[in-house]
C-alpha cells in the first residue's frame, strides 16, 4: 500500500463519477475505478456510489468497495444491496435522503434506522437537509448510536440553487452540533474544490473541502461557532495549509469526507498545495 497519501486524507473522497453531474458510463467507471484502486494515490478514495436503481453495472464490480445512494424508496434500498452483493461488489455503506426541505425527518430516519439494525456491517448514512427539524434528527442519531446501531448524517451543502449553500455561520453550526453529539458525519455537493471560491458561471459561493477539513479540527479542539465559521470563510489557502500540515499524521476528525465526479481535481488540488507529495519522496 502506498504511503504517500497521509492519514489525515485517508478515504477523504469517493468516486462519485456515475452519479449525476458526471454520469459516467457505468462500465467506464467500473474500469476507471479499479484503475485508481492500483494508483499509488488509492489511500485517498473511499467507495464507488452507485444509484440504487441502477445496480447492473457492466462489467460487475467485483471486489470493489462500493457505496448505494437510494434514488428511490428506502425499502427497496435491501434489494439494491443484495444484488450489488451477488455480483461480488463488497458493498461498505448506503446513503438515503429522508426528508424534502421542510418535511419532517423522522418518519425517514424510522425506516432508515430499520435498515441499520438489520444491516449492522454498512455504514448507514441518512441525508438531513439543512432546514426545520435538523437539530431534532441530529438528537434522534445520537439516540439511535448510543443504542448500539450504526447511522451517522449526511448533509447536502450545495446544489442547483443558491440557497442549498449554507453560509459558513449555518454550517459551522452543524458541525459544532455533530461534535457536540459525538456524530461523524459526511457532505454531498459544492465541494468542486480545496478552498472556498466562487463559481463565475452561475455566481454561487461554493465551500472549499480543505475549510472543511481545518474546520472540523477546529471543532474538535473546542472552537466555538465563530470560529469555525472563520476557517470555512477563508478563501486563501495560508490560513489553512499550514494547520492541515500540522494534522496530517493524524486521522481525519468528525468529517468522513465526500464525493467527487473525478476523484484525481481533488487529489490534483492537494498535490499543488504540498499536502500530498504527489507520488515522489
Known sequence: MSTLVPPLFAGLVDDASVLPPGAVAAGEAVAAHRRHRSAWYAPLLGPLLVPSSFVHLDPPPRGLPVGVINDGAIAALPAAVAKLRAAGAAVTQVEALVARRGEDPQPGLG??????????????????????????ALDTL?????GGTSIRPKFRVGGLAAELFPTPVELAAVICACRDRDLTFKFAAGLRHALRHTDPETGFTHHGFLNVLVATGVAVDGGEVADVAEVLAATHPVPLVEPARARRDDERPLWVG???????EPLTELVRLGLINGGFE
Open 111 to 136: 425506516a432508515l434506522r430499520g435498515l441499520a439494525a438489520d444491516e449492522q456491517d454498512l455504514q448507514v448514512y441518512a441525508e438531513i437537509p439543512l432546514s426545520w427539524g435538523l437539530l431534532a
Open 142 to 146: 445520537a439516540e439511535v448510536r448510543a
Open 258 to 264: 465526500f464525493g467527487a465526479v473525478n476523484v484525481l
